[in-house]
T-cell receptor
Framework: DTEVTQTPKHLVMGMTNKKSLKCEQH?????MYWYKQKAKKPPELMFV???????INESVPSRFSPECPNSSLLNLHLHALQPEDSALYLC??????????????FGEGSWLTVV | GENVEQHPSTLSVQEGDSAVIKCTYS??????FPWYKQELGKRPQLIID?????GEKKDQRIAVTLNKTAKHFSLHITETQPEDSAVYFC???????????FGPGTRLSVLP
């Protein structure tokens, strides 16, 4: 069973709504990630947090706003999304970013539909 | 930056046969190569990984081989079963904070 927990599992939101995706891990990992996955495509990196600080932002539009309240929690705040933002949003964690070879473990994902 | 190619994009095999999926990478600094299995509607799950100081690794019916000189690595599944049907993604990662770069995926169908 996954030790990375995401909520909600499904979310439908309008283009003017504000919502948040939440992620929690209890493996003591110090790196947490947000990925976006469209159908029949590989996961696409959005953000990386290392020791609770944003270390990578892959040129993601500002309508996506990440937050890392502590080493176990990761949020993704959503505002004024577009229908093309509909996708599976995957949270992941690993021991740390800087040491090569650390495996990333994915949560179950949040299915987002923007209407 | 790193670029990972993966072949074939789709693969159908008869139950009990072997399946092989191949990936190539471009960055010689990459030193960690995981494989993920993603069933329909589920998250990607790590099935096996290999580091650059190892040429081959096995875990029951699954094996991965790495050729650093040629910059390619392969997933081998023997005695395939219907539950092996899924999309498989390879990935590559270098040291010092560089991200995982995923291959485009292979859809494996195991026919009963």
């Amino acid at each position: 069973d996954t030790e990375v927990t995401q909520t909600p599992k499904h979310l439908v939101m309008g283009m003017t709504n504000k919502k948040s995706l939440k992620c929690e891990q209890h493996m003591g990992h110090r790196a947490m990630y947000w990925y976006k996955q469209k159908a029949k495509k590989p996961p696409e990196l959005m953000f990386v947090y290392s020791y609770e600080k944003l270390s990578i932002n892959e040129s993601v539009p500002s309508r996506f706003s990440p937050e890392c309240p502590n080493s176990s929690l990761l949020n993704l705040h959503l505002h004024a999304l577009q229908p093309e933002d509909s996708a599976l949003y995957l949270c992941a964690s690993s021991q740390e970013v800087r040491t090569g070879g650390n495996t990333i473990y994915f949560g179950e994902g949040s299915w987002l539909t923007v209407v | 930056g790193e670029n990972v190619e993966q072949h074939p994009s789709t693969l159908s095999v008869q139950e009990g046969d072997s399946a092989v999926i191949k990936c190539t990478y471009s960055d010689s600094a990459s030193n960690y190569f995981p494989w993920y299995k993603q069933e329909l509607g589920k998250r990607p799950q790590l099935i096996i990984d290999i580091r650059s100081n190892v040429g081959e690794k096995k875990d029951q019916r699954i094996a991965v081989t790495l050729n650093k000189t040629a910059k390619h690595f392969s997933l081998h599944i023997t005695e395939t079963q219907p539950e092996d049907s899924a999309v498989y993604f390879c990935a590559a990662r270098a040291n010092y904070g560089q991200n995982f770069v995923f291959g485009p995926g292979t859809r494996l169908s195991v026919l009963p």
